[in-house]
């Protein structure tokens, strides 16, 4: 007879708690892990990107930053500079309005429209002119009140009486007329006082002029053309000659000719290539002359020379 045995149920069953119980503690499990994973430090990738970011920005703010203090020093130096100009602008105009003590140019002087080395030059003033000064010198310049306008002139070359007005020389007309010449005068050494082919040139020029001509003939016998008397400027009082030339090497030696027998042809002036030379100011060399317009005005295709 078959023997059956009974299971026993408590050793065939869990209870259904315990069977609840173990899924939840596995899942509560991952999900602490996971929680974990999560809430750990960010992944270095992302830290960079991050600092990147930030750092960029701090970047450009600082680049921000600088420009704007850049634009911002610049503001206040125009600032500054708009106050200085209204400043000089303001005293310029004191000076020239209460200018009141005159003086005596001794020798022809450029005009400048302000002390500064390179200056603009604006105009000349003619020796023993009588002029209105400010009081104030810089760089070597003295300021003048010209027509209720500053202008600058050479300091050195303003007295506080008038120059006494040299004689004029008798003027001669030409060798042929019997007036007076320079075949009488002494002939400075290295200097020829013969007559020149053309004795026209002669008609109505000083002694004076008409010994610089017949030097400069001789010593340039290639210059063929010549101005003498006509009814403007220095060449009205018959004391000036213009040599025409373009040639610029050319004009250089006839310049370098009359500079350095000034003395013995008694020169006022030597103008050429827009350039003045005086032998009262010989120290300051060539001065400028200032544009007047064309290669004429400008003495560019002659050489002027003009004597006391």
């Known amino acids: 007879m078959a023997i059956r045995h009974k299971r026993d149920a408590a050793a065939r069953r869990k209870p259904r708690a315990a069977l609840v119980a173990g899924p939840l503690a596995l899942l509560a ?31 450009a703010d600082d680049i921000v930053s600088r420009s704007e203090s850049r634009q911002a020093a ?21 000076a020239v309005t209460h200018a009141h003590v005159h003086r005596w140019s001794t020798a022809l002087l450029n005009l400048w429209a302000s002390p500064e080395k390179g200056a603009e030059q604006v105009g000349l003033l003619d020796a023993g002119s009588r002029v209105l000064i400010t009081g104030r010198a810089e760089s070597g310049r003295v300021e003048l009140a010209v027509d209720g306008k500053s202008r600058w002139v050479t300091a050195g070359y303003l007295s506080a009486s008038k120059p006494e ?13 019997g007036s007076p010449s320079t075949s009488s005068r002494t ?33 340039f016998p290639q210059i063929t053309s010549y101005g003498g008397w006509d009814a403007h400027g220095e060449h009205a009082s018959g004391k000036a000659i213009d040599i025409m030339t373009s040639d610029k090497a050319l004009g250089d030696q006839i310049a370098a000719f009359l500079q ?35 290669a004429t005005a400008n003495h560019m295709d002659h050489v002027h020379v003009s004597v006391n």
């Open 187 to 219: 002939a400075p050494a290295g200097l020829s006082t013969a007559p020149c082919p053309d004795g026209s040139v002669e008609n109505g020029l000083t002694s004076g002029a008409v010994l610089v001509y017949r030097a400069v003939c001789h010593a």
């Open 165 to 177: 007005p040299q004689p004029k020389p008798e003027p001669a007309t030409s060798p042929s007329s």
């Open 74 to 94: 610049a503001r206040g130096e125009r600032y500054i500079m708009r106050l200085q100009d209204g400043y000089d602008a303001r005293q310029t105009r004191h």
């Open 29 to 59: 499990t991952g999900t602490a892990v996971t929680l974990g994973v999560l809430g750990s430090d960010p992944a270095p990738s992302a830290v960079l990107a991050q600092e990147a970011t930030t750092t960029g920005i701090s970047r």
């Open 260 to 294: 350095s027998h000034a003395s013995e042809l008694g020169l006022y002036d030597v103008i050429w290539w827009d350039r003045i030379w005086t032998p009262e100011r010989a120290a300051e060399g060539w001065r400028d002359y200032g544009d007047h317009g064309s």
